[in-house]
C-alpha cells in the first residue's frame, strides 16, 4: 500500500477529509520552501503537492504562473525540486508528497531516471498536467517500477467514458478539476460539483480531491463533504506573494489552519 493511499485510508477511519496544499518549489525562494512544506504540516495538511516550475504552465492562472516566474529566477530546477523532497524527509516520513508540474522537465531528464531521483527523495505521486493517459504509458511503467503513484486530472467536461479510461492508468488519487478554466478562477459551482464526484466515484476505485477555485473556508468545508480531499493552491500562493518574509510562515500557516478548522467541522 503506498503512502497515499494509507493516509486516506487513515484519514476515513478518523473521518476527516484530506487537506492538501500546493505550493511551487522555490518560491518566494529556495531557502524557505522546506520550511514551508513542514509548516503546512504542522498546521493540518495531510498531502503536500510541490509545483515544479515551468515557464509555460499552462493550466495555471496569473498567481501560480508568477510563482513559477519567481522560482526560475532563483534558477530552481526539477533536480532542486528533488533535494528539497529529500530534506523534508529527513524530519518528516509520514506526509505524502506529490510533484505536480508539466512534462518537459521530467522528459528531459528520462523517464527512468526521474522515477529513480523521486523514489529516492522520497516522491509518493506524480502529476503531469500536460501528460494525458494515452502518452503516459511508458512514464507509468517507470513510476510503477518505483511505486510511485501515477495521478490524474479529470475535468468538468470530462466524459464518463473517458473518466474510466483514465481509471486504468491512475493511482493514489483523482484530482477533479472543479471549474472550466485556469486555476485561480472563481466561479466554482458546488451544485455542479455535488453532481460530478459521484459520477467519477463510479468510474474510479480511487478517492477523488478536488482543487481549482477554492478560495475561503466556507467553499473548502462545503467542497469536504462531497469530495475525499481539498486541494488548495492559487490562494496559498497568493499569501505567499503577498506576505513578507517576516510574516511568511506564519501567514501561510494561519490560512492553512483555517481550512483545516473549516473541513473538521461537523
Known amino acids: 500500500?503506498?503512502?497515499?493511499?494509507?493516509?486516506?485510508?487513515?484519514?476515513?477511519?478518523?473521518?476527516?477529509?484530506?487537506?492538501?496544499?500546493?505550493i511551487t518549489a522555490g518560491d518566494p525562494q529556495p531557502a524557505v520552501?522546506?520550511?514551508?512544506?513542514?509548516?503546512?504540516?504542522?498546521?493540518g495538511a495531510d498531502i503536500i503537492e510541490l509545483g515544479v516550475p515551468f515557464s509555460d504552465?499552462?493550466?495555471?492562472?496569473?498567481?501560480?504562473?508568477r510563482s513559477s516566474e519567481r522560482a526560475l529566477k532563483h534558477g530552481v530546477t526539477l533536480r532542486q525540486v528533488l533535494t528539497f523532497v529529500t530534506e523534508f524527509r529527513a524530519r518528516d516520513t509520514s506526509?505524502?508528497?506529490?510533484?505536480?508540474?508539466?512534462?518537459?522537465?521530467?522528459?528531459?531528464?528520462?523517464?527512468?531516471?526521474?522515477?529513480?531521483?523521486?523514489?529516492?527523495?522520497?516522491?509518493?505521486?506524480?502529476?503531469?498536467?500536460?501528460?494525458?493517459?494515452?502518452?503516459?504509458?511508458?512514464?507509468?511503467?517507470?513510476?510503477?517500477?518505483?511505486?510511485?503513484?501515477?495521478?490524474?486530472?479529470?475535468?468538468?467536461?470530462?466524459?464518463?467514458?473517458?473518466?474510466?479510461?483514465?481509471?486504468?492508468?491512475?493511482?493514489?488519487?483523482?484530482?477533479?478539476?472543479?471549474?472550466?478554466?485556469?486555476t485561480g478562477a472563481s466561479h466554482l459551482d458546488l451544485t455542479e460539483v455535488g453532481k460530478r464526484i459521484p459520477l467519477i466515484k463510479s468510474c474510479v476505485n480511487l478517492p477523488v480531491?478536488?482543487?481549482?477555485?477554492?478560495?475561503?473556508?466556507a467553499t473548502a468545508h462545503a467542497v469536504s463533504k462531497m469530495a475525499d480531499g481539498i486541494v488548495i493552491g492559487s490562494r496559498l500562493v497568493q499569501e505567499i506573494e503577498n506576505s513578507t518574509p517576516e510574516q511568511l510562515i506564519n501567514c501561510v500557516a494561519g490560512l492553512m489552519?483555517?481550512?483545516?478548522d473549516a473541513m473538521d467541522k461537523r
Do not use: W
Request: aromatic share 8%; proline share 6%.
Open 57 to 65: 504552465p499552462m493550466a495555471d492562472g496569473p498567481t501560480i504562473q
Open 209 to 217: 480531491g478536488v482543487g481549482f477555485g477554492i478560495r475561503d473556508a
Open 1 to 22: 500500500m503506498s503512502l497515499i493511499t494509507s493516509t486516506f485510508a487513515r484519514l476515513k477511519q478518523q473521518d476527516k477529509k484530506a487537506l492538501i496544499p500546493f
Open 257 to 260: 489552519q483555517s481550512f483545516r
Open 33 to 43: 520552501t522546506v520550511t514551508l512544506m513542514h509548516a503546512l504540516v504542522s498546521a
Open 95 to 182: 506526509t505524502p508528497v506529490v510533484l505536480m508540474g508539466y512534462a518537459n522537465p521530467v522528459e528531459a531528464m528520462g523517464y527512468a531516471q526521474f522515477a529513480i531521483e523521486a523514489k529516492s527523495a522520497g516522491v509518493d505521486g506524480v502529476l503531469v498536467v500536460d501528460l494525458p493517459p494515452e502518452e503516459s504509458a511508458a512514464l507509468i511503467a517507470e513510476l510503477k517500477r518505483c511505486a510511485i503513484d501515477a495521478i490524474f486530472l479529470v475535468a468538468p467536461t470530462t466524459t464518463e467514458a473517458r473518466i474510466r479510461k483514465i481509471a486504468e492508468f491512475a493511482s493514489g488519487y483523482i484530482y477533479y478539476v472543479s471549474l472550466k478554466g485556469v
